[in-house]
């Protein structure tokens, strides 16, 4: 039932309803909870993000609701029609302007609806009359009813049908048919208590009544349901049920605490009607004063029951009203954005309302409306209490960008303006778009200090534009913030002043090598000028010679400016060995500064990357490109540059020699060969002994007189009797072998290889002095020695071990000499023979020769030459004058033949006589 008439308020009007996000707050929390909530609700950082945005109805209704209150209402797309306590109906447009007024009735407006033509609008009350009244003719149709009207609704269609149901405390419901004759009643359906609501759409009239739901098709005259609500309280009537048709086919039920969705569709039995079903039935608290669609939800107007006592709290500091006292108040409406197809948490966000003297009214007094769609509506809902009505939209882009402005959350904001500018909607008001927004934000920024949030928001700020880059970099840059904008600066598209990158860059080298390397590495070489920044780097690499981050830096702009020689230096002193041989391979002219300047560092770098290993240091591809490139540096110059260090000296100059035994004699200039040798021969000796004999040689341009000094001086023997023997002093060889090295075998091979009789007169009288070199001595006769020089040198009675069996080898020795001798003969006399028999053979075999045969010497054919002698060789048959070779002389012809001058012609018969007598003639052949 509706509630009774309020008295005068003359308070002053309350400022709009500003909403507190309660998500996540159930209606079981205890009001502790609640208290905790409200003050977690001051720190609006931590503010979830509201669904709805709320403002209040003005114009000229807080005047209206001074006096008066509302009982009843419902919308279109254009006005809303609001019935009052004191009977009035008020045609109100959405800024508050009540546009007309309707006093048909003598007590509260119980209910109002309007056609769907907007022409109509209808209302009934507790007085027991029913009015339908034109909004635009002088058009009004009461109708007198014995008991008061709690629910009304127009057919859709009632400028066509003049049709309404109704229905009140007769527990009927009824349809009234407006007809020439009169009114005609059509009862759909006689009910239990009181109708509390109903709802036309189509062919289907939705009601409820104390009991329950229903629903009638009108076109079938046949209820097409009945279906009992489950009550939270044994007075029903104390609840105002909501009935909303979310479209043809769905319908809404609100009442109490229990939402119910049925689907109604068409019988599968042509004719047969409709069948409906409660596809989801959910629970919410509070109790529900008013339920609409939300997009795929429902948005609900929770309220409390003042009569429960759970709906109270102690000082709600929501309330309207302040208490004095610490009684208990009633609890402030909610919003609640429910999603009932999901039972196990249904609700999606709440808000707490402040409504003018919501505590002074039973839940029956509010209800909720959906304005229609419509582009000027904006998908709006109304909460209509009898002192308030309240607009309820969907927060869009500019709520939410404003909303995330209030709270400092900027980078959310510039996000969605960004997105909401790039849909190009229409929807986002100028100051909000992307570049405006983002600006302000970007100085509010800056101003504040927090430069770092700033530089993060430029990316999607300031976009490509390159004028807004070049001025937001300026700026920060002025307010010395460079550090802020370093990644984020853009490098492509747009690509700014060089002057800007410059600055940047000198700001990171004269502050972090670190990031300054990072750039230069990240950075594309032509959005600076690399000389600048270049100078500037080796300026600060002056004073820092071994930081890698500098170093680093230089390789990549040395390599821009094709500096090799420098960028080889700088890997160098990283110690990249591997990316400096590379680099050497490849720029062959940086061999010689690089040799002449820091060749010592060069070497002592290959020296650590092969771990001091000489030998791989030696085979390395490093040393091979020095060496390879004389052509390029001097190996004079280069032996110069390395003097400092031997060692260096040593690896350069033997892999010098290794590659070029002449080291540049070959060229001509053997002064330089004759120096590098004697050098190279020293640094043998010291650093790779065992390759000094092979050294001594190969080589010819040492001088002698160093070598054996050098040999004598470190007792290197073998070395020394190698460089005796090249100066011809080969007695003095062969005491270092019989003496100092006690080598017989040595000193016979010595002999040897220098086949001179008096050198091995020389070894005998060494030898015969010490038994123990006999046996190697006899061992080496036949070939070498004379054995009987050798036992002639023998002194009498010595005792020479193993004689016999040394005397039986010399002769088998001798005897198979002569076996091997004879065998040769005989093989040599064998071939002999063969040849000459061979040679006789084609001695006596014939020759072929004819008149085309052509002499060796002339080159004339024989057979142009009558009756002249010629000689044939045995064995190749070359053919050849004989007596020297005739001029050409022409022959007598025979018959059939024509001599021409110039030429010569015979016939086959006389050929053959020519060829005969040849032949007969004689002839050496």
Same mark, same amino acid.
């Given at each position: 039932?509706?509630?009774?008439?309020?008295?005068?308020?003359?308070?002053?009007?309350?400022?709009?309803?500003?909403?507190?996000?309660?998500?996540?707050?159930?209606?079981?929390?205890?009001?502790?909870?609640?208290?905790?909530?409200?003050?977690?609700?001051?720190?609006?950082?931590?503010?979830?993000?509201?669904?709805?945005?709320?403002?209040?109805?003005?114009?000229?209704?807080?005047?209206?609701?001074?006096?008066?209150?509302?009982?009843?209402?419902?919308?279109?797309?254009?006005?809303?029609?609001?019935?009052?306590?004191?009977?009035?109906?008020?045609?109100?447009?959405?800024? /508050?302007?009540?546009?007309?007024?309707?006093?048909?009735?003598?007590?509260?407006?119980?209910?109002?609806?309007?056609?769907?033509? *907007?022409?109509?609008?209808?209302?009934?009350?507790?007085?027991?009359?029913?009015?339908?009244?034109?909004?635009?003719?002088?058009?009004?149709?009461?109708?007198?009813?014995?008991?008061?009207?709690?629910?009304?609704?127009?057919?859709?269609?009632?400028?066509?049908?003049?049709?309404?149901?109704? /229905?009140?405390?007769?527990?009927?419901?009824?349809?009234?048919?407006?007809?020439?004759?009169?009114?005609?009643?059509?009862?759909?359906?006689?009910?239990?208590?009181?109708?509390?609501?109903?709802?036309?759409?189509?062919?289907?009239?939705?009601?409820?009544?104390?009991?329950?739901?229903?629903?009638?098709?009108?076109?079938?005259?046949?209820?097409?349901?009945?279906?009992?609500?489950?009550?939270?309280?044994?007075?029903?009537?104390?609840?105002?049920?909501?009935?909303?048709?979310?479209?043809?086919?769905?319908?809404?039920?609100?009442?109490?605490?229990?939402?119910?969705?049925?689907?109604?569709?068409?019988?599968?039995?042509?004719?047969?009607?409709?069948?409906?079903?409660?596809?989801?039935?959910?629970?919410?608290?509070?109790?529900?004063?008013?339920?609409?669609?939300?997009?795929?939800?429902?948005?609900?107007?929770?309220?409390?029951?003042?009569?429960?006592?759970?709906?109270?709290?102690?000082?709600?500091?929501?309330?309207?009203?302040?208490?004095?006292?610490?009684?208990?108040?009633?609890?402030?409406?909610?919003?609640?954005?429910?999603?009932?197809?999901?039972?196990?948490?249904?609700?999606?966000?709440?808000?707490?309302?402040?409504?003018?003297?919501?505590?002074?009214?039973?839940?029956?007094?509010?209800?909720?409306?959906?304005?229609?769609?419509?582009?000027?509506?904006?998908?709006?809902?109304?909460?209509?209490?009898?002192?308030?009505?309240?607009?309820?939209?969907?927060?869009?882009?500019?709520?939410?960008?404003?909303?995330?402005?209030?709270?400092?959350?900027?980078?959310?904001?510039?996000?969605?303006?960004?997105?909401?500018?790039?849909?190009?909607?229409?929807?986002?008001?100028?100051?909000?778009?992307?570049?405006?927004?983002?600006?302000?934000?970007?100085?509010?920024?800056?101003?504040?200090?927090?430069?770092?949030?700033?530089?993060?928001?430029?990316?999607?700020?300031?976009?490509?534009?390159?004028?807004?880059?070049?001025?937001?970099?300026?700026?920060?840059?002025?307010?010395?913030?460079?550090?802020?904008?370093?990644?984020?600066?853009?490098?492509?598209?747009?690509?700014?002043?060089?002057?800007?990158?410059?600055?940047?860059?000198?700001?990171?080298?004269?502050?972090?090598?670190?990031?300054?390397?990072?750039?230069?590495?990240?950075?594309?070489?032509?959005?600076?000028?690399?000389?600048?920044?270049?100078?500037?780097?080796?300026?600060?690499?002056?004073?820092?010679?071994?930081?890698?981050?500098?170093?680093?830096?230089?390789?990549?702009?040395?390599?821009?400016?094709?500096?090799?020689?420098?960028?080889?230096?700088?890997?160098?002193?990283?110690?990249?060995?591997?990316?400096?041989?590379?680099?050497?391979?490849?720029?062959?002219?940086?061999?010689?500064?690089?040799?002449?300047?820091?060749?010592?560092?060069?070497?002592?770098?290959?020296?650590?990357?092969?771990?001091?290993?000489?030998?791989?240091?030696?085979?390395?591809?490093?040393?091979?490109?020095?060496?390879?490139?004389?052509?390029?540096?001097?190996?004079?110059?280069?032996?110069?540059?390395?003097?400092?260090?031997?060692?260096?000296?040593?690896?350069?100059?033997?892999?010098?020699?290794?590659?070029?035994?002449?080291?540049?004699?070959?060229?001509?200039?053997?002064?330089?060969?004759?120096?590098?040798?004697?050098?190279?021969?020293?640094?043998?000796?010291?650093?790779?002994?065992?390759?000094?004999?092979?050294?001594?040689?190969?080589?010819?341009?040492?001088?002698?007189?160093?070598?054996?000094?050098?040999?004598?001086?470190? /007792?290197?023997?073998?070395?020394?009797?190698?460089?005796?023997?090249?100066?011809?002093?080969?007695?003095?060889?062969?005491?270092?072998?019989?003496?100092?090295?006690?080598?017989?075998?040595?000193?016979?091979?010595?002999?040897?290889? *220098?086949?001179?009789?008096?050198?091995?007169?020389?070894?005998?009288?060494?030898?015969?002095?010490?038994?123990?070199?006999?046996?190697?001595?006899?061992?080496?006769?036949?070939?070498?020695?004379?054995?009987?020089?050798?036992?002639?040198?023998?002194?009498?009675?010595?005792?020479?071990?193993?004689?016999?069996?040394?005397?039986?080898?010399?002769?088998?020795?001798?005897?198979?000499?002569?076996?091997?001798?004879?065998?040769?003969?005989?093989?040599?006399?064998?071939?002999?023979?063969?040849?000459?028999?061979?040679?006789?053979?084609?001695?006596?075999?014939?020759?072929?020769?004819?008149?085309?045969?052509?002499?060796?010497?002339?080159?004339?054919?024989?057979?142009?030459?009558?009756?002249?002698?010629?000689?044939?060789?045995?064995?190749?048959?070359?053919?050849?004058?004989?007596? /020297?070779?005739?001029?050409?002389?022409?022959?007598?012809?025979?018959?059939?033949? *024509?001599?021409?001058?110039?030429?010569?012609?015979?016939?086959?018969?006389?050929?053959?006589?020519?060829?005969?007598?040849?032949?007969?003639?004689?002839?050496?052949?």
């Amino acid at each position: 039932m509706a509630a009774s008439p309020p008295t005068s308020d003359s308070a002053p009007a309350d400022p709009p309803p500003r909403p507190s996000s309660a998500s996540n707050h159930h209606a079981n929390d205890d009001p502790e909870a609640d208290s905790e909530n409200d003050n977690d609700e001051d720190n609006e950082d931590d503010d979830p993000e509201p669904n709805l945005k709320y403002s209040r109805l003005t114009g000229d209704l807080p005047t209206l609701l001074l006096t008066d209150a509302i009982s009843a209402a419902t919308c279109t797309d254009k006005f809303l029609l609001l019935g009052t306590y004191s009977g009035h109906v008020h045609v109100v447009d959405y800024s /508050g302007t009540i546009i007309q007024s309707l006093s048909h009735h003598r007590s509260s407006v119980s209910a109002v609806c309007i056609d769907s033509t *907007q022409e109509f609008v209808a209302s009934a009350g507790e007085d027991g009359r029913v009015i339908i009244a034109g909004l635009f003719a002088n058009d009004v149709r009461p109708f007198e009813f014995r008991r008061p009207i709690k629910c009304l609704a127009l057919d859709p269609e009632y400028a066509k049908t003049s049709r309404f149901v109704a /229905g009140g405390h007769a527990g009927e419901v009824a349809m009234f048919e407006r007809r020439w004759t009169g009114p005609r009643k059509s009862v759909l359906d006689t009910v239990e208590g009181s109708v509390l609501a109903v709802a036309w759409r189509a062919a289907l009239v939705a009601y409820v009544t104390e009991v329950g739901f229903g629903l009638y098709d009108v076109r079938g005259a046949r209820i097409v349901c009945k279906s009992h609500v489950p009550f939270f309280d044994e007075r029903p009537d104390m609840f105002r049920p909501h009935l909303v048709w979310k479209s043809d086919e769905v319908v809404v039920v609100g009442w109490q605490k229990v939402v119910q969705i049925v689907e109604v569709k068409p019988a599968m039995v042509l004719g047969m009607g409709y069948n409906a079903s409660i596809t989801i039935q959910a629970t919410v608290e509070p109790v529900i004063g008013g339920i609409q669609p939300f997009q795929t939800n429902y948005l609900i107007l929770g309220v409390w029951d003042p009569n429960d006592p759970s709906s109270h709290s102690h000082g709600n500091p929501t309330s309207s009203e302040s208490d004095t006292d610490d009684q208990p108040t009633l609890r402030t409406p909610e919003t609640l954005l429910l999603d009932p197809s999901t039972p196990l948490s249904p609700l999606l966000a709440r808000d707490l309302l402040s409504i003018r003297n919501h505590d002074r009214y039973p839940p029956t007094a509010f209800s909720m409306l959906h304005v229609p769609d419509d582009p000027a509506a904006d998908s709006m809902y109304l909460l209509v209490s009898p002192k308030d009505v309240i607009t309820v939209r969907p927060r869009d882009v500019n709520d939410r960008i404003e909303w995330m402005l209030e709270r400092g959350r900027y980078e959310e904001a510039v996000a969605l303006s960004a997105d909401a500018t790039q849909s190009k909607n229409g929807l986002v008001k100028p100051e909000f778009r992307l570049v405006e927004l983002g600006q302000r934000v970007l100085g509010e920024l800056v101003d504040a200090g927090e430069v770092q949030r700033a530089a993060g928001l430029c990316g999607v700020v300031l976009g490509k534009s390159h004028e807004l880059w070049e001025r937001w970099v300026a700026l920060f840059l002025e307010v010395e913030a460079i550090d802020a904008i370093l990644d984020v600066v853009p490098v492509h598209n747009p690509v700014l002043d060089h002057t800007l990158y410059e600055v940047i860059l000198a700001h990171a080298l004269s502050t972090d090598f670190a990031v300054f390397r990072r750039l230069i590495d990240t950075w594309p070489t032509d959005i600076y000028t690399v000389p600048t920044v270049l100078t500037a780097l080796e300026d600060t690499l002056t004073d820092f010679p071994t930081d890698r981050d500098l170093l680093h830096a230089s390789v990549k702009l040395y390599a821009h400016e094709k500096l090799a020689y420098k960028q080889v230096c700088s890997l160098m002193a990283l110690d990249d060995f591997s990316s400096a041989v590379s680099l050497l391979d490849s720029h062959a002219p940086i061999t010689s500064p690089l040799i002449r300047q820091r060749g010592i560092e060069w070497l002592a770098l290959c020296d650590r990357h092969y771990a001091s290993d000489l030998t791989r240091m030696l085979q390395s591809h490093a040393i091979h490109l020095l060496v390879s490139r004389t052509h390029l540096v001097d190996p004079v110059d280069a032996a110069h540059a390395l003097a400092a260090n031997r060692k260096y000296l040593f690896v350069y100059l033997y892999a010098l020699y290794t590659r070029d035994a002449h080291m540049g004699a070959a060229g001509g200039n053997a002064a330089a060969a004759h120096q590098l040798h004697g050098d190279l021969l020293d640094l043998i000796a010291e650093y790779r002994p065992a390759s000094l004999l092979e050294f001594l040689k190969r080589s010819v341009y040492y001088p002698l007189d160093r070598a054996l000094a050098l040999t004598e001086k470190k /007792g290197m023997l073998r070395e020394m009797v190698y460089v005796l023997g090249r100066m011809g002093d080969h007695k003095r060889a062969l005491v270092i072998m019989m003496d100092r090295m006690d080598d017989i075998e040595m000193a016979i091979e010595y002999a040897k290889q *220098q086949q001179d009789h008096d050198l091995w007169d020389d070894l005998l009288e060494f030898a015969v002095h010490k038994p123990k070199y006999w046996a190697p001595l006899f061992k080496s006769t036949n070939l070498s020695i004379d054995p009987i020089r050798l036992i002639r040198r023998v002194p009498r009675g010595a005792q020479i071990p193993g004689l016999k069996d040394l005397l039986t080898s010399i002769v088998r020795d001798f005897t198979t000499q002569v076996e091997v001798r004879g065998q040769a003969r005989n093989v040599l006399r064998h071939d002999v023979i063969q040849f000459m028999s061979a040679t006789m053979r084609k001695a006596r075999g014939g020759v072929p020769v004819d008149h085309l045969s052509r002499c060796v010497a002339c080159g004339l054919q024989v057979g142009r030459v009558p009756k002249a002698n010629v000689s044939v060789e045995v064995g190749t048959g070359a053919v050849a004058h004989v007596g /020297g070779c005739p001029a050409i002389v022409p022959t007598v012809p025979t018959v059939g033949m *024509q001599v021409r001058e110039g030429s010569v012609g015979v016939s086959a018969a006389g050929v053959t006589a020519s060829v005969a007598s040849l032949w007969r003639g004689g002839g050496t052949g």
